[in-house]
């Protein structure tokens, strides 16, 4: 769940942390509204430690980046 993936991220694990940042970007009503700007920071943390989903995300959604 959403509390599991946010302990995981803030520990360092980069899969967590592009789950929690995508559950974060898309929202998960009706509790978790969307919040790209602080999804970002958690994806590009993923993608820093070579998640390759993230950087492919990151790709998707900031295309001239």
């Avoid at 970002?40 to 959604?61: C, D, H, M, T, Y």
Wanted: charge should be positive.
């Amino acid at each position: 769940g959403r509390k599991d993936y946010h302990t995981a991220a803030e520990l360092g694990d980069a899969y967590s942390q592009r789950q929690f940042g995508k559950q974060l970007y898309y929202g998960m009503p009706p509790t978790v509204v969307p919040n790209r700007e602080q999804a970002l920071i958690w994806i590009k943390k993923a993608a820093s430690q070579g998640n390759e989903g993230a950087r492919q995300f990151i790709a998707e959604v900031e295309p001239s980046k």
